[in-house]
């Protein structure tokens, strides 16, 4: 028998609907990028840490200053309007970028796409976390949690399709441009949810790091953001290093590493989110400790899996059509499946802990480790490896031995996991409401189920 809080009105599923197609799009236009890296390396002469630089450190940077202060601005006037603008931003700047007359001006405006993006993540969680109730949240957030997936797929599995019929340029252009026409529909279709105002009449606010050092207090708070953050460092650095290692070590082309990557490791991905989100739900209906249980098994079990798929030597497993499947890309799916896994358990965990009137600016701590550890530490510290390998042992091959050693720091996220689930645990069974130091309005209560 349905808990009557689990019914949820129509607008609700048209509203998450549209924010997973903004997350997918944020996704695109932020991964794109990776099946582009050998054109663009080629055109402007850069190195591998150079490219490093403006798919991680630059994009993270800038990411990560505007992350609090516009989450912090959708807890005060609203998620739709942030959501919305940041949406059309980012896509403007998407298109932009293929027109960039330098390598300096291609960071200069990839840096304008971080900024747009840093308003749209911790906005829409927190969004998603006032439509849904806490039984339904995890399976609600797997689906917004198809971004990265669906965006691999279409931004790097179609984008290396684009790249190698109309070059790098217009493959930037043409997939920047739905992201305008979708923020307008947002802005004007959507029906924002009821909304706890960060604070009530005559209650002074926090000052904005005050507020973020008072949230991360929280139990298991620090530990889950954490987490997220040393997990994205090999996230990333695979995202961006893959096509390429793919290309230099399979001798394959830019359109079959698109493929294979986006279309094959993408949709492995999808499912594994959505399995991620039912499982989560399931498991911790029974003891609330598998809510981040889920995230660390997941982990664990990913790691062989790509220090198989990076270890194993080239060969052929099977072809479809004119593409060759490399052997050890069969690996790759089964680490695409349990890769996503520390995801959505960690969007679900921050959305019952933290306080509701404070809930986007939490969730954007969490975005910012995210994004300046994994985005802005994974690609080029893959990238520094290779470079240095190679001046080492020379050869296409260094990239292979970079991704290896970067893969093997998926174990720290598992040690943060493990640190935070007894904290996680106890709060949720002794449901106490998750105190900070500032004063919270009468009446509001954090989203603890």
Known sequence: MAHPTDKVPGNAHYALVLLAIIYVLSYIDRLVISVLIEPIKAEFLVSDTMMGLLTGVAFAIFYTAFGLPLGRLSDRVGRKVVI??????????????????????????????????????????????????????????????????????????????????????????????????????????????????????????????????????????????????????????????????????????????????????????????????????????????????????GTLISIPLAMAFYLWPAGTAFSIGSLAVPTGFLFYMGFAFFGVWWTIPSFSALSRILPSNKLAQGTALFFMSVTLLGAGLGPVVAGFISDTLHNIIGGVEALRYALVATTSLLLIPCLFFLSAIPKYRKQLLDNTPASTTTTIAPGVKPAVS
Request: glycine share 14%; proline share 5%.
């Open 84 to 297: 919305a603008v940041a949406c059309i931003v980012w896509s403007i700047f998407t298109m932009f970028s293929g027109i960039a007359a330098s390598f300096f001006m291609l960071v200069l405006l990839r840096i304008g796409v971080a900024v747009g993006e840093a308003g749209a993540g911790a906005p829409s969680v927190a969004m998603i976390s006032e439509l849904y109730p806490p039984r339904l949240r995890a399976r609600a957030l797997a689906i917004f949690g198809l971004g990265p997936a669906l965006g691999a797929v279409l931004g790097i599995g179609f984008g290396g399709v684009l790249a190698e019929m109309y070059g790098w340029r217009a493959t930037l252009i043409i997939v920047g441009a739905p992201g305008v026409l979708v923020g307008l529909i947002f802005a004007f279709t959507v029906k924002s949810p009821k909304q706890t105002m960060s604070a009530s009449k005559g209650i002074p606010e926090e000052g904005m790091l005050r507020t973020a050092f008072s949230l991360l207090k929280i139990p298991s708070m620090l530990m889950i953001v954490l987490a997220g953050g040393a997990a994205a460092v090999t996230g990333y650095a695979i995202q961006m290093w893959t096509p390429s290692f793919m290309i230099r070590s399979h001798q394959i082309t830019i359109q079959d590493a698109g493929m294979l990557m986006g279309i094959g490791g993408g949709g492995i991905s999808l499912l594994g989110t959505l399995v991620c989100g039912y499982v989560t739900d399931k498991m911790s209906a029974r003891d609330p400790g598998w809510q981040l249980g889920t995230a660390l098994a």
